[in-house]
């Protein structure tokens, strides 16, 4: 887990709280993703960086804000999240030098929204 | 929209034994990718196949893919308790830094 790492790693906020979710890679990569995991629900894709232009927002609502300051960090800012926010969060990122690629994820954030 | 379905959704067999799970995708690809996620954590690179390739090995790990049926499968021989985790297929539909589209997952447990 030490090539993408995230913080917290458990979150319980309130819907009208502020709080941000942090992404580090360490593998040198240029592209970097955050994406939701809901309980039986598929992963959903919810914002790619891609040399730190966003390059897909997947109609995620604008109660999460993404930013990636540089190709190493990532966070995703939360504010008046609703219940329905309660899933495990995870960051990922890739090298994209070519049409094939992995993506290295890191351990999630679970958050809570009460 | 889904991509990946994954089949079956839980699976449980004895240490020792393989385990096969399915997965079947609906858009043309790029390549396709197998990750394995344990309880609660960040999900796993397993092995990656392209769209040109029809079989790839890692290790224990066979993979195959079929463009024409549109469908892939993962076998795992000789399965360990270690491997109890929830398997997931995911599709690369685009190019460049496009995010992937996963299935629900299938869910192993291996008996002991």
């Known amino acids: 887990e030490t090539g993408v790492t995230q913080t917290p790693r458990h979150l319980v906020m309130g819907m009208t709280n502020k709080k941000s979710l942090k992404c580090e890679q360490h593998?040198?990569?240029?592209?970097m993703y955050w994406y939701k995991q809901s309980a039986k629900k598929p992963l959903e894709l919810m914002f790619v960086y891609s040399l730190e232009e966003r390059v897909e927002n997947n109609s995620v609502p604008s109660r999460f804000s993404p930013e990636c300051p540089n190709s190493s960090h990532l966070f995703l800012h939360l504010h008046t999240l609703q219940p329905e926010d309660s899933a495990l969060y995870l960051c990922a990122s890739s090298q994209v030098w070519d049409r094939f690629y992995e993506q290295y994820f890191g351990p999630g954030t679970r958050l809570t929204v009460t | 929209s889904q991509q990946g379905e994954e089949d079956p959704q839980a699976l449980s067999i004895q240490e020792g034994e393989n385990a096969t799970m399915n997965c079947s995708y609906k858009?043309?690809?790029?390549?396709l990718q197998w990750y394995r996620q344990n309880s609660g954590r960040g999900l796993v690179h397993l092995i990656l196949i392209r769209s040109n390739e029809r079989e790839k090995h890692s290790g224990r790990l066979r993979v195959t893919l079929d463009t024409s049926k549109k469908s892939s499968s993962l076998l795992i021989t000789a399965s360990r308790a270690a491997d109890t985790a929830s398997y997931f297929c995911a599709t690369d539909s685009g190019g460049g830094a496009d995010g992937l589209t996963f299935g629900k997952g299938t869910h192993l447990i291996i008996q002991p």
């Open positions: 858009t043309s690809i790029n390549n």
């Open positions: 593998l040198g990569h240029n592209a």
